[in-house]
């Protein structure tokens, strides 16, 4: 049998014999397509008895699959299910991994970054108490002056002092294989193991991976380890003490004396690895070398980028006798293994950290390899010198491992230098020449521009396994995303061939390239990665020379010509529009890859494609599954080759974009990175800190809805519904006057503006920004009046982007409506615009509202979540200022802490303005200061926190004090504090997860606190941002990700919980019910204490019925049949002598439970997979809710019949 693991046992050699790989390369029948996370995940439910899980990014599939496998009773190789529990955080997580050690279990976890960072004091316990268990991490970033999701060592690094054994895998095959090792070395050596792979790099990147049967695995077992390992368990039967408290005197020998288990720990290591390599042929060791025996240079590195330091090795090791050393066991590092790994010959070494140690000698790694050689008399017979790669997944390619080799063999080879970018301020960056192509010949590199949500990626994903699955060809897989939620560009990486294949980078040297949106031709260096003579396909209207040589750019013409590309277009949107799928082009252009690119022979793949089209769509009935078979069959007919002409290699560039036009930030960071440029910034361009200024998404101009809102005025009543439930903020109104109405176009026509006060001249717009709606339809849909139609976003451009324009220029009639009413809020700028949400998002529209309302005095610490994705993903922020340079100020710190955080901000800001008010109060003792000054500060001292009032006065009292701001020294103080007359007011910002969950802890104590702070909960039920897992919002029989047969227990009631403080102000709030919502806000805002509102919002995670277009239809039902209740706990009133409880729905009608929740995936799927369960825990559903509602029945008389 050949499998992965041959290639492993000539890599002590160099070498080069491709031949010998292709004679062996045939592929195991085990041999499945699986990303990292699958393969780690299949071996931690082999060998627990229990799995405690919690999400994040990227090691969430990992738990995911482990809850499915255990809902669906699939055994271990005990014979038993895991029994897998969602904790309410990584902290959670961890000290029941602890207690379930404790208790004889053998126990894994799967976590990443800040997960494994809450993880940590349990760690020390854990490893102190010598307890195995593995923890699978999909190493990551930490969150610092940004979070980021990527894969680096940062996390792991973080706990190389915690006494876990640290093992490093650096592939999907290996994190199959090292998972094993890691739980077979922790049995036997009774240790607890973190077994860590690249998040996304290795944990998302799907390859062929042979997969070791259960069976097999059962074999390895030492059964009386295990039986030890229970029997040293915390048992009354034979009962012991521990987790004591100990002296000066005792604690240090203690520590000690663990020593002689992480002594024997990597003798158990290799053992491990023997017994894999036994049933698998895949060897490892503590160091795996590749390489020249003799080589005189070597790189040392940890996890992935070992496969590319190897390939670079495998091409040019002997010219340029350079080897690399893959370090498996971090900790304990052996040092002996170390040096034996080391060829004789060394003479400069290079070791790489995936991680940066601000401040220190050198990174760990570095700092490892320099003590290690020191221990044994060799440090001063080399060279060695450090660097950082990869950081946040930035991509690691064989051109910089070349680099590297360029530096170690200079006479001074730079120390601490950087790999992968330009650092222009402190010099650190080696430069990297040309992209150098390794992968092994005969691999087919495929790369695909899809766009987000049109099925590019899960097409692909298909792909790979129609021919992992069903030839000899090996696969991989990598996909990579943009920040947007949806519509943002996605990219395909993928690779076949007949030979393993590693390449953990990305693709430059493709031989087909697909572009499945149009837009990009103009957007993107589409053809930049493309090989000679490589395949081109483009999705696109234009089917001529004529039409393309009109609509392509030159620099895309030229590089056709310049690569000899085979150029094909098709139009597959209006092929799937004929078939009547709209926007779903994926099988269209799946079609197309199969018949050109000749991966597989074309009967073959043609019949494995309807058989994948059956498979998939069967469930969606025998319509769906024809008509993608239509699309298959159409897509091989339809698309044109093109002969272009030779004089498009002279093809006139397009100008290029006047940048000078942009503010500073947007020219040198925004710009660049939205056409993929990112990578060339150097470092000196960046604000340090992470920090930015607000309002970039309005540069980023997408147009990626299909249809776009068309105003007709004549019916509008002016209602201005449309524009407060547009989640983007991309409808409003505008009013203006005669004057403005003579300078517009034709086409820029309104009403006679209604309900303006003191103003009967105006007239009144609707206008819509084309390039930036999302075409979510919920304003068409919120319409009472029928006026908005949704038009291609091709007709809307002609005249609206240019209408747009021009509404923006109108001066505000604003301060003419009441602010805090539904009409009024509308003609305040938002100040939170064009966020990268979801289409139709249920979240932004209630943050919109509140910036109407308060935006230029809004201070907001954002939980980690969506809101803090579409809040802030670098460099775009929808959040901006308005006329006055004034708006949201916005931040956020991590996911558990933001209440504390909020909290901090609120206490800091209050006792700033108390300073201030110090400084008045000597002002006002001040004689000379003008009586008009004196007065309005005696007036600001009564009305200071007071919103609104002190905002007014601090207005009037800049203007008012600006010619005395030198008289004199307290003038001066009081000038430079001027920002602080205006209150602040103070949100705190999360989703359900973190308020029900990881939060609550802290927000419990915020609203314990008596400060006046304001958090708003964007309820939607789940963890949306992680992809849907359960939180303690999930209402009972919600099928979520961790709870994949339904969640068995009630909906947290966080609204009644904080009520039981009497001093919070609490309600529950829905956009079904906008005037409420409206009053709500105001009245949670204007409470001089803390509060708490609760929103229900939609999200594509219900899976609900026609999509989040159905967003505010949903909620009014759901608030009619009683499962969304709006009330409102007003402490107010209490003080009044009235009730504080209003129950503001009315009585459920929950007849119409059943229907509601079969519109939606997460409640009608249960019915499907789990029958029996839907039905007994939707009946428990009912009753929660009728429970729930008569408890607030009680709550709304009670008050009544006490007095
Ligand atoms: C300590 C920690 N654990 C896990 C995560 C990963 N994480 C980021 S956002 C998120 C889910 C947020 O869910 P929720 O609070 O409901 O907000 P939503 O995304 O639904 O708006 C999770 C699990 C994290 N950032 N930090
Ligand atoms: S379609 Fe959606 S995004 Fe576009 S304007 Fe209407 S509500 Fe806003
Ligand atoms: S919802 Fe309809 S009626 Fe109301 S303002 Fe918008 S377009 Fe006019
Ligand atoms: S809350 Fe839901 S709909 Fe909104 S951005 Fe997140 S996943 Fe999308």
Redesign the pocket.
């Given at each position: 049998m050949f499998n992965i693991a041959r290639q492993h046992n000539f890599k002590s050699s160099f070498f080069p014999a491709k031949s010998l790989i292709l004679r062996l390369a045939s592929k195991s029948k085990s041999v499945e397509p699986m990303d990292g996370n699958l393969a780690a995940a299949y071996i931690g439910y082999a060998l627990s008895d229990t799995a405690f899980i919690y999400p994040i990014t990227p090691s969430s599939p990992m738990g995911e699959v482990v809850d499915e496998w255990s809902a669906r009773g699939i055994k271990n190789v005990f014979g038993q299910p895991v029994d897998v529990t969602e904790m309410q955080s990584e902290g959670g997580a961890a000290g029941a991994v602890h207690g379930s050690c404790s208790a004889g279990s053998l126990t894994s976890t799967y976590t990443a970054s800040q997960g494994l960072l809450l993880m940590l004091p349990n760690m020390y316990k854990i490893a102190g108490e010598m307890m195995p268990c593995v923890f699978h991490v999909a190493a990551r970033a930490l969150a610092g002056q940004a979070l980021s999701i990527f894969g680096d060592h940062a996390d792991v690094m973080a706990c190389r002092t915690s006494g876990f054994a640290l093992l490093s895998s650096g592939n999907p095959q290996e994190a199959m294989d090292l998972a094993l090792v890691a739980h077979l070395a922790s049995i036997k050596s009774r240790l607890p193991f973190v077994h860590f792979f690249e998040g996304f790099r290795v944990s998302h990147e799907i390859n062929s991976v042979d997969k070791i049967p259960y069976d097999k695995i059962k074999e390895l077992i030492d059964q009386k380890q295990v039986e030890k390992i229970r029997k040293a368990a915390m048992n009354p039967e034979f009962p012991h003490m521990r987790g004591s408290s100990q002296g000066p005197d005792v604690y240090f020998q203690i520590v000690e004396a663990a020593n002689q288990y992480y002594d024997v720990l990597p003798k158990y290591v290799k053992e491990s690895m023997e017994e894999v390599e036994r049933i698998t042929g895949r060897s490892y060791k503590l160091f795996d070398y590749t390489g020249p025996k003799d080589a005189k240079n070597v790189i040392i590195v940890l996890g992935s980028g070992g496969g590319v330091c190897e390939e670079l090795v495998n091409k040019m090791g002997e010219e340029l006798s350079l080897g690399v050393i893959k370090v498996r066991l971090y900790r304990p590092f052996v040092v002996e293994d170390f040096v034996n790994t080391l060829p004789n010959t060394v003479e400069r070494i290079a070791v790489l950290d995936r991680t940066k140690e601000p401040g220190s000698v050198g990174e760990p790694l570095y700092l490892d390899v320099v003590t290690a050689l020191d221990q044994v008399n060799l440090r001063d017979k080399m060279t060695i010198v450090g660097g950082r790669y990869g950081l946040g997944s930035k991509d690691f390619t064989p051109a910089m491992v070349k680099s590297v080799y360029d530096n170690l063999v200079l006479h001074k080879p730079k120390n601490g230098f950087t790999i992968g970018i330009t650092d222009d301020v402190t010099n650190t960056s080696l430069e990297v020449g040309e992209p150098i192509n390794c992968v092994p010949e005969g691999t087919q590199q495929c790369m695909f521009w899809g766009l987000g949500s049109d099925g590019t990626v899960g097409a692909n994903k298909n792909a790979i396994k129609i021919i992992v699955d069903n030839t000899d060809l090996y696969g991989q897989g990598y996909f990579a995303y943009s920040a947007h939620k949806s519509g943002g560009l996605t990219m395909s990486h993928l690779r076949f061939g007949p030979n393993p294949i590693n390449s953990p980078y990305l693709i430059t040297h493709a031989n087909y390239v697909a572009c499945h949106c149009p837009l990009y031709v103009t957007k993107y260096d589409l053809l930049k990665p493309a090989k000679q003579d490589a395949i081109f396909v483009l999705n696109c209207p234009w089917e001529t020379v004529e039409e393309l040589d009109k609509n392509l750019p030159g620099s895309l013409k030229r590089r056709i010509v310049e690569k000899n590309v085979d150029f094909y277009v098709i139009n597959a949107s209006k092929i799937a529009e004929e078939v009547g799928l709209i926007g779903r082009i994926n099988m269209i252009m799946q079609s197309v890859f199969f018949k050109l690119s000749k991966v597989l022979p074309e009967k073959q793949a043609f019949e494995l494609l309807k058989k994948a089209i059956k498979k998939s769509y069967k469930k969606f009935g025998q319509d769906i599954v024809d008509k993608n078979i239509q699309m298959v069959d159409m897509g091989i007919t339809k698309y044109k080759r093109i002969s272009y002409p030779e004089s498009w290699k002279d093809a006139e560039l397009e100008e290029p974009e006047d940048l000078s036009v942009y503010p500073e930030f947007v020219r040198d960071v925004v710009k660049p990175m939205s056409s993929l440029k990112g990578d060339d910034i150097p470092v000196s361009k960046f604000p340090v800190g992470g920090f930015l200024p607000l309002g970039t998404s309005q540069y980023d101009k997408r147009g990626v809805a299909p249809k776009v809102?068309k105003?007709?005025?004549k019916?509008?009543?002016?209602?201005?519904?449309?524009?407060?439930v547009c989640p983007h903020g991309t409808?409003r109104?505008f009013l203006y006057d005669e004057e403005a109405d003579k300078n517009s176009s034709e086409t820029f026509v309104g009403l006679d503006a209604v309900g303006v006060k003191g103003r009967k001249d105006l007239k009144?717009r609707?206008q819509v920004t084309p390039l930036d709606c999302q075409g979510c339809g919920l304003?068409a849909n919120?319409?009472?009046?029928?006026?908005?139609e949704m038009i291609p976003i091709d007709e809307s451009k002609k005249t609206e982007i240019d209408n747009w324009e021009y509404a923006l220029t109108l001066p505000s009639y604003a301060h003419l409506f009441k602010r805090e009413n539904v009409k009024g809020s509308q003609f305040y700028k938002p100040l939170l615009e064009f966020s990268g949400a979801c289409a139709g998002c249920g979240e932004t529209p209630y943050i919109k509202l509140i910036t109407q309302l308060y935006g230029e005095q809004m201070m907001i610490a954002n939980a980690t979540g969506c809101s803090s994705i579409w809040g802030l993903s670098y460099p775009n922020t929808p959040y901006c200022k308005n006329e006055e340079g004034h708006g949201p100020t916005w931040g956020n710190s991590l996911f558990e802490d933001n209440a504390e955080y909020g909290l901090g901000m609120a206490k800091a800001s209050k006792h700033q303005r108390r300073q201030l008010r110090l400084l008045v109060d000597e002002a006002l003792e001040c004689e000379t200061l003008p009586k008009e000054v004196r007065d309005l500060f005696s007036k600001w001292e009564e009305n200071m926190w007071d919103l609104r009032e002190s905002k007014k006065l601090a207005d009037q009292i800049k203007v008012a004090i600006k010619p005395y701001k030198e008289e004199c020294e307290l003038m001066k103080k009081i000038w430079t504090k001027r920002d602080l007359f205006a209150k602040k007011c103070q949100f705190i910002i999360g989703g359900d997860g973190w308020a029900f969950d990881i939060g609550y802890g802290g927000l419990d104590h915020a609203l314990a606190s008596g400060e006046d702070i304001n958090v708003i909960v964007l309820d939607t039920e789940t963890y949306s941002n992680t992809g849907g897992q359960a939180s303690k919002a999930t209402p009972r029989s919600s099928v979520a990700k961790f709870t994949y047969n339904g969640k068995p227990t009630k909906k947290k009631d966080l609204g009644m919980m904080a009520m039981t403080y009497g001093d919070v102000y609490v309600a529950s709030v829905s956009l079904s019910n906008l005037n409420h919502l409206v009053k709500t806000i105001k009245e949670a805002v204007e409470y001089p204490g803390p509060s708490l509102i609760i929103t229900y919002s939609h999200c594509i995670a219900h899976g609900t019925k026609g999509g989040l277009t159905t967003g505010i239809e949903t909620q009014n039902l759901g608030v009619k049949v009683g499962y969304w209740p709006l009330y409102r706990y007003n402490p107010v009133n209490k003080k009044k002598g009235k009730n504080p409880f209003s129950l503001d729905s009315k009585k459920p009608k929950i007849e119409g439970l059943f229907d509601f929740l079969d519109k939606q995936a997460r409640y009608r799927s249960l019915k499907s997979s789990f029958p029996e369960q839907a039905k007994l825990k939707q009946q428990q559903l009912k009753e929660d809710i009728l429970d729930r509602y008569n408890g607030y029945v009680r709550l709304a008389n009670a008050y009544k019949k006490k007095k």
């Open positions: 809102p105003w007709e005025p019916n509008c009543i002016q209602c201005n519904l449309c524009s407060f409808i109104p009144f609707m304003c919120i319409c009472p009046q029928n006026c908005l």
